[in-house]
């Protein structure tokens, strides 16, 4: 029997998945006792024949796939787990790139009992090296666009709500019914949730590292962040307890323009409230911005930034809040996203 299996869901990262396998491939973690496990989501463009590049070059790697139907990441993640043949699951989206020991250290916790789910902290980097994607993987990774998602910036190890990716033994999840495929997004927030709420424990190492690249283009990124709420406005209505401050925030900054908005048809007095919270607003992320701009000595974060973090609150909070009103929604549209 194999001790690790990696699951990666995939759809369309014909740019990334080789990276990924040639990382998984230079792990400290002998390679001859993993197996990877690629769930593609029928992907339509050159990655598959990336994959198959891959496995030419290194014969002695163990490289799986299999076909994702359904092209949701939950259910490609279940059917990859289904095939596993490890004691351990090693969960990995097709456009990241772990550390050489990610693996290595992710079992030695797991084998130490410290928890049943752990992970590590997200190196996010561009996804294209323009303004735009350079101002992104900032935004991303700053904590007015993300609020308390440690997973994201933190450099303390502890336990905590979620980790990205995630990593458990096999037999542990199968007997926790795997991960929700009636939720297209936040699946691994939600099985986490079902996990401390049996008496597991999530633990976060930040010396676990992985580079995640983030949206290359705005619309991407409005995308993404558009399907993050709403899906978790899914997840809160099966887990109301769930519900954190930085969740909160963006819906909730919506309504209240919205409402400003319309009780200004009655009074002007409401419309320059409206336009005081804006500028206050625009003022706090231009304020953030500009110590990143500083720092890196790019004047394009300046605009950059502040754009990247709107779009993200912006996004979710419509997302969420569309999905909540959506009352008659069943599935939706299939995920074709890795990630």
């Not at 059917?79 to 989206?93: C, P, T, Y």
């Amino acid at each position: 029997m194999l001790t690790v299996s990696v699951v990666i869901p995939c759809y369309n990262e014909e740019k990334t998945i080789y990276l990924l396998l040639e990382s998984i491939y230079q792990q400290t973690f002998p390679t001859d006792d993993l197996e990877v496990i690629i769930a593609d989501g029928l992907s339509t463009d050159l990655t598959r024949a990336e994959i198959t590049r891959f496995t030419s070059e290194h014969p002695d790697s163990l490289v799986k796939i299999i076909d994702n139907h359904k092209k949701t990441i939950p259910s490609g993640l279940n059917s990859g787990i289904r095939e596993a043949q490890g004691e351990f699951i090693i969960r990995l989206d097709a456009h990241s790139v772990p550390a050489s020991d990610y693996i290595e250290r992710c079992v030695t916790l797991l084998k130490q009992g410290v928890a049943e789910n752990v992970g590590g902290v997200w190196l996010i980097h561009p996804g294209k090296n323009d303004w735009v994607g350079r101002s992104i993987a900032a935004a991303a990774s700053h904590p007015i666009g993300v609020g308390d998602a440690g997973y994201r910036h933190s450099n303390r190890a502890g336990y905590v709500d979620t980790v990205p990716f995630g990593a458990y033994r096999k037999a542990y999840i199968v007997s926790l019914g795997t991960y929700n495929e009636n939720l297209l997004a936040n699946e691994d927030y939600e099985l986490n949730v079902r996990i401390k709420k049996t008496g597991g424990r999530v633990y976060l190492d930040p010396a676990i590292q992985c580079v995640y690249f983030s949206r290359p283009t705005l619309s991407a990124l409005a995308k993404q962040y558009w399907r993050y709420g709403y899906w978790k406005a899914k997840m809160i209505r099966i887990y109301p307890d769930t519900v954190r401050w930085r969740q909160a925030l963006p819906p909730l900054y919506i309504l209240g323009l919205l409402g400003l908005l319309f009780l200004s048809l009655a009074d002007q007095f409401f419309f320059w409230i409206f336009l005081g919270i804006i500028g206050l607003y625009s003022l706090i992320l231009v304020s953030a911005s500009l110590k990143i701009a500083l720092s890196k000595r790019d004047g394009a974060f300046i605009m950059g930034v502040p754009l990247a973090i709107a779009i993200m609150h912006h996004s979710w909070g419509s997302g969420f809040l569309f999905s909540l009103l959506n009352l008659n929604h069943r599935k939706g549209e299939p995920g074709k996203e890795s990630g």
